[in-house]
C-alpha cells in the first residue's frame, strides 16, 4: 500500500472511536484530510466539529459538516489527529503543519487523543524529526539560543511561514528527547514560547497506525 493508502485506511479506520451525536475534535495534516473525507459519510449523526486550523475548517464545511468554535464547547468525548512522530509512550511531535497551538487546545477539550498515523511514524525515541515551536517573532533568536545552551539543539526559522495565530515557526534540529514531559513543561516556561510541538502532558490515549499488515491499534 502506498502512504496514501495507508493515510485513507487509518482516516476511515478513525470513524469507529466518533461517539454518535458529539461533537468531534479534528486536527490537521494530510492524514486528517482523509478522516474529514470520511467523516462526511457520518455528517448527518454527528453534532458537528471542532477544528484545529482555518485548513480543517475549510475541508469540514466544503463537506457540509458544522465547525462550532472552541469556546462554544466545554468537553468533548475525541480528538482526532495525527503526528509527526509517536514514541512507544504515545508522546508526539506535532506541529509539521504549524497547527500545533490549536491543536493542542481542541486536545485539551478530549477526553481522549485518537492518533492517526502511518507506521513511518513510529519512533522509540522522539527527536529525529525537527521538533516545531510557536513563538511570538521577537523572542525567536532568543528561544534559539536557550535551545543550543539547553539541549544541544539547532533551532531554524520556518522560512516564510504564519501560523493561523500571526506567530512564527521554530523548528529544532538535532534533539534526542528522552523525557518528553520534562522538556514540554521546561520549553513553556521560556518567554515568548507560545507552545511547544511536543504532545506529552496531551498524548496520544490510542493510535491507529497503518501498517502493510492493516490497522493496528496501539493503546497507551
Ligand atoms: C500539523 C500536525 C500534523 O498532525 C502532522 O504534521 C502530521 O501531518 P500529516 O498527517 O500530513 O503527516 O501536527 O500541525
Not at 2 to 12: I, P
Not at 126 to 133: K, T
Not at 134 to 143: K, N
Not at 189 to 205: D, E, I, N
Request: net charge neutral.
Amino acid at each position: 500500500m502506498t502512504q496514501d493508502e495507508l493515510k485513507a485506511l487509518v482516516g476511515r479506520a478513525a470513524l469507529d472511536h466518533v461517539v454518535p451525536g458529539s461533537v468531534v475534535g479534528v486536527g490537521t495534516g494530510s492524514t486528517v484530510d482523509r478522516f474529514i473525507d470520511a467523516l462526511a459519510t457520518i455528517a448527518a449523526r454527528i453534532a458537528g466539529a471542532v477544528s484545529s486550523s482555518e485548513r480543517s475548517s475549510e475541508r469540514l464545511r466544503g463537506h457540509g459538516i458544522r465547525v462550532l468554535d472552541a469556546a462554544q464547547v466545554e468537553r468533548i468525548p475525541v480528538y482526532v489527529d495525527g503526528a509527526d512522530e509517536i514514541d512507544p509512550r504515545g508522546y508526539m511531535i506535532k506541529g509539521g503543519g504549524a497547527a500545533l497551538t490549536r491543536e493542542k487546545i481542541v486536545a485539551d477539550l478530549a477526553e481522549r487523543f485518537v492518533c492517526i498515523a502511518d507506521e513511518s511514524k513510529r519512533v522509540d525515541v522522539l527527536g529525529r524529526f525537527a521538533l516545531p515551536v510557536e513563538v511570538i517573532p521577537m523572542a525567536a533568536a532568543q528561544v534559539a539560543r536557550r535551545f543550543a545552551a539547553a539541549y544541544g539543539g539547532q533551532a531554524r526559522l520556518r522560512e516564510g511561514v504564519r501560523t493561523d495565530n500571526g506567530q512564527c515557526i521554530l523548528d529544532v534540529h538535532g534533539l534526542r528527547i528522552a523525557d518528553p514531559l520534562a522538556m514540554e513543561t521546561e520549553v513553556n516556561q521560556w518567554p515568548g514560547v507560545v507552545t511547544v510541538g511536543l504532545f506529552a502532558r496531551h498524548k496520544a490515549s490510542l493510535c491507529l497506525l497503518g501498517t502493510a499488515q492493516g490497522v493496528v491499534t496501539l493503546r497507551y
